[in-house]
């Protein structure tokens, strides 16, 4: 992960909880690909159950709808943002029963009744996630656009148990693009966050 110069201007913390806190989501660890249409209508649409933060939702969709489509365009969950929208940058990580998924690259219809979480539901009760608390206490973020997808990631990568080091932390969030550079910032706040024991 490159380094960069992080000294540009304070961000907008109002902004940036509006942005992450209430609904919840994965990194380019793993990249789910639709493995089995579900039940095709006449239309040659499909049914797909999808389970996102804790709540169902029964769709009918065009069988090439991926995830972040349909997070954000039907399920109005825009936190998971749409960058590059060709599995290069992890803006649109979300965590599929708790791996960290690029959605772009993740047909909807393949993680049908799977446990999805986007960014939206990683605060519980009002309470933002630590996570998401140790971004904002290191400025991990400028613009935000990224911010969603990196705590995404950074909430899985503590999981899998490798946010060893700064070098390690370094590595495998190298999935997720800052083009603000934020990165130093990124790293600190990753370390600071409780849960990597
Ligand atoms: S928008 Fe999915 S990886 Fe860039
Ligand atoms: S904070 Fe702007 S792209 Fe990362």
Do not use: W
């Not at 907008?12 to 380019?28: I, V």
């Not at 797909?48 to 969709?61: A, F, I, K, S």
């Not at 965590?95 to 049908?112: E, I, K, M, N, P």
């Amino acid at each position: 992960m490159p380094n960069a110069d992080n000294s540009g201007s304070k961000p907008r913390r109002r902004g940036f909880q509006r942005t992450t806190a209430k609904p919840e989501p994965a990194a380019r660890g793993d990249v789910v690909v639709a493995e089995r249409p579900r039940s095709r209508t006449a239309s040659g649409s499909v049914a797909v159950t999808l389970r996102v933060n804790g709540d169902e939702h029964r769709l009918t969709l065009d069988p090439r709808t991926t995830l972040l489509d349909a997070l954000r365009d039907h399920l109005d969950l825009p936190g998971t943002k749409k960058g590059c929208d060709m599995g290069a940058c992890g803006a649109c990580t979300v965590h599929v029963d708790g791996r960290r998924v690029v959605s772009c690259l993740t047909l909807a219809a393949s993680v049908d009744r799977q446990a999805i979480t986007t960014i939206e539901g990683l605060a519980q009760n009002g309470e933002l996630h630590p996570m998401q608390v140790a971004f904002l206490d290191h400025d991990g973020f400028q613009c935000g656009y990224c911010t969603p997808g990196q705590i995404m990631s950074a909430v899985a990568l503590i999981r899998e148990g490798r946010a060893t080091s700064p070098e390690a932390i370094r590595e495998f969030m190298n999935g997720n693009i800052c083009r603000c550079g934020a990165y130093p910032n990124i790293v600190a706040a990753i370390k600071a966050a409780p849960g990597k024991e």
